[in-house]
């Protein structure tokens, strides 16, 4: 929670900076033309909002990859565990083993 706290207002100081510091204009030249003067603050952030969704798309891929193995690891680990209880009921009434309240009666 300290941790939400302290990146909140790390974000609120970097937007303020950015806001106090976007009086510069400037061009950008493109291959096809000139665009309109734009703040250098809106530059950074359009920047900086391409490569975290750049970024993200190159994740995902792999992120969706590996959800989908472990829900197939999860389905095989629950039908082993339902095996494996399986055997150890059949085995614990194939050698008769007495439970702790069966032992108290003799």
């Known amino acids: 929670m ?12 970097l937007l303020a900076l950015g806001l ?6 400037v061009s950008l030249n493109y291959f096809f033309g000139v665009a309109r003067p734009i703040p250098i603050a809106w530059l950074i952030a ?6 975290l969704v750049l970024g993200w798309l190159f994740v995902l891929p792999g992120w969706v990859r590996l959800k989908i193995e472990l ?17 150890r009921q059949t085995a614990a009434e194939d050698i ?6 069966e032992l108290d009666e003799f």
């Open 46 to 51: 359009g920047a900086f909002a391409a490569g």
């Open 2 to 13: 300290i941790q939400l706290i302290l990146l909140t207002i790390l974000g609120f100081l």
């Open 20 to 25: 106090m510091n976007s009086e510069r204009l």
């Open 71 to 87: 829900r197939r690891q999860r389905k095989t680990q629950n039908r082993l565990e339902e095996e494996l209880s399986l055997h």
């Open 96 to 101: 008769k083993i007495q439970t702790p309240s």
